[in-house]
Nanobody, 124 residues
């Protein structure tokens, strides 16, 4: 049983930055593939960024490439998403997700563990 808890969401202006955190417990965090998924109002949930067991490779959605950075600290059972140059279209609930293995970064049904989500709102 893996528990994931997100934090760090909030309200930010376009062009600003936020850092999301995900705390994991109840399992061997270092053996989990981790990712961030988001769901904007009126839209389907989408993959944002992913990170492998050892921190490499990483994968980013085209919409956030160059603006967001995913990282993990296995000693602390933590994962992070540094978001820079935020845009209004980044407004969404962001979920921390994990699994033991994935066949595709974008196949969201493959992620077995989900956090409760944290709201990110970007105003113009």
């Amino acid at each position: 049983q893996v528990q994931l808890v997100e934090s760090g969401g909030g309200l930010e202006q376009a062009g600003g930055s936020l850092k999301l955190s995900c705390a994991a417990s109840g399992g061997t965090f270092s053996r989990l593939v981790m990712a961030w998924v988001r769901q904007a109002p009126g839209k389907e949930r989408e993959f944002v960024a992913g990170i492998a067991w050892n921190g490499t490779p990483t994968k980013y959605a085209d919409s956030v490439q160059g603006r967001f950075t995913i990282s993990r600290d296995d000693a602390k059972n933590m994962m992070y998403l540094q978001m820079s140059n935020l845009k209004p279209e980044d407004t969404a609930v962001y979920y921390c997700v994990g699994t033991t293995a994935v066949s595709s970064w974008f196949a969201l049904h493959g992620y077995k563990y989900w956090g409760q989500g944290t709201q990110v709102t970007v105003s113009s």
